[in-house]
């Protein structure tokens, strides 16, 4: 019996060098952004930059809400339903789990006098949803991650002309984590799950100018946020794993979130007609590594088993968009729009946490008013791009192409003016 329990711990002293994957292997902090700050900005692409002139400006670019006189209050929320395929080379197709993601906003404007407006958004900025059933293939990669955000926003905007305003704004930002995944540790798998959330600062800044009687235009930027994330690290193992293997215990990570640049032009093309050329800067490469630290050494013959680190080396991307808006009556008003955006991840990290590429996104929209209210209503259609994983065998990644990856997102929002 020593013999046998001498074998399973030498065995289990072994996995320390796949362990170093655990929970370093995804989507903590790159590829993630989400942009469905508002029904009408969806319908539209996200080109809300240089329009700006709903309450949804405040996560678009707060300087815009100086078009909205006195004070107004938006409410809404997305539904997002993610869909991807993996065919691994080796045989056999998998398909996500398919589940609805419902980030909110709202938003409230007050306009203090002639020069100056107070704004506040409360919206997700980040956000991540993908299951796998927990026997699938890659399943030693991960079976499922998420990650849920809130910023809490206020903004002071000033008139610095009489068709330009400047805007300022603090951010906090919660943000919490949870992935689970299979270990093998040859005695039969491991249930490994990490939780975690934080909340941290960061701040913002927007410039709008009606440049010209049809021309509008905008720039906002939204700093980096480092998040400092606590939370546990569990694990349900086989009666058969030796004692003091893989406990219960505290972990926590430091997450830089990217800084963002945002920039619009809106030209009004006829009477009734708008047009909108936007452009996102995100600067994912300052998520280079991620780096776990652990209150308890998860292999007692490991004492540097307490940390891991994982290489990231995530790329800057661009984010490409264009809306359209028709008024067609004092009631109705028509959207589309269309996104071309880059994914950060490099062929040498993407796993099946975020199994993704560049995307296109399509988008149409409509809205309805009436005195002191509107109803804004958008379906969108993601596309992602297909491409081929190659196999790191050391991440429980197996070489494979992604299919069919796509997302259905509809929103619905309110607006009240008074």
Not at 131 to 140: A, H, L, M, T, V
Not at 263 to 278: D, F, M, P, R, Y
Not at 333 to 348: A, F, K, L, Q
Not at 362 to 390: A, K, M, P, T, V
Request: aromatic letters at 16%; hydrophobic letters at 35%.
């Amino acid at each position: 019996m020593k013999e046998e329990y001498d074998e399973k711990a030498a065995y289990m002293y072994g996995l320390g060098g796949f362990l170093l994957g655990f929970f370093c292997t995804g989507a903590l902090a790159a590829g993630f952004a989400l942009y469905e700050f508002g029904a009408r900005g969806n319908a539209l692409g996200g080109a809300m930059v240089g329009r700006a002139d709903d309450p949804s400006a405040i996560a678009f670019n707060p300087a815009g809400i100086v078009q909205i006189d006195g004070s107004a209050i938006q409410l809404g929320a997305s539904f997002i339903l993610p869909k991807v395929d993996m065919d691994f080379t080796d045989g056999g197709r998998f398909s996500s789990e398919e589940n609805i993601w419902i980030p909110p906003h709202f938003y409230y404007t007050k306009q203090l006098s002639d020069q100056s407006w107070f704004g506040l958004g409360v919206f997700s900025r980040f956000g991540l949803g993908t299951e796998f059933q927990p026997d699938w293939k890659g399943r030693y990669n991960s079976y499922y991650a998420a990650i849920k955000s809130v910023s809490v926003n206020p903004n002071y905007v000033r008139k610095i002309g009489e068709n330009t305003s400047f805007a300022l704004g603090i951010e906090a930002m919660w943000f919490e984590y949870e992935s689970k995944k299979k270990l093998f540790p040859g005695v039969g798998d491991i249930d490994a799950k990490l939780k975690g959330d934080g909340t941290a600062y960061g701040w913002n800044v927007g410039i709008w100018q009606q440049a010209s009687e049809k021309v509008r235009w905008g720039l906002a930027y939204k700093s980096e946020v480092e998040q400092k994330i606590k939370g546990e690290a569990t694990f349900i193992k086989p009666d058969e794993t030796p004692p003091g293997y893989f406990p219960d215990t505290g972990a926590n990570a430091k997450i830089t979130l990217p800084e963002m640049f945002f920039g619009g032009v809106c030209i009004q093309t006829g009477n009734k007609t708008t047009v909108e050329l936007g452009v996102v800067r995100t600067n994912w490469s300052s998520y280079d590594k991620l780096e776990i630290n652990y209150d308890d050494s998860l292999n007692p013959l490991d004492p540097s088993s307490n940390k891991t680190t994982s290489v990231k080396n995530y790329k800057d991307t661009w984010r490409y968009n264009v809306g359209v808006e028709w008024v067609t009556s004092p009631n109705w008003t028509w959207r589309v729009g269309y996104v071309y955006d880059e994914s950060p991840i490099p062929d040498e990290t993407i796993d099946y946490q975020l199994p993704a590429n560049d995307r296109h996104i399509i988008s149409l929209g409509f809205g309805y008013s009436e005195d002191d209210w509107n109803l804004d209503f958008s379906y969108s259609y993601l596309i992602i791009e297909d491409r081929h994983i190659y196999e790191r065998s050391s991440d429980g990644v197996y070489e494979g192409d992604l299919h069919n990856g796509q997302t259905h997102i509809v929103g619905i929002t309110y607006t009240r003016y008074f």
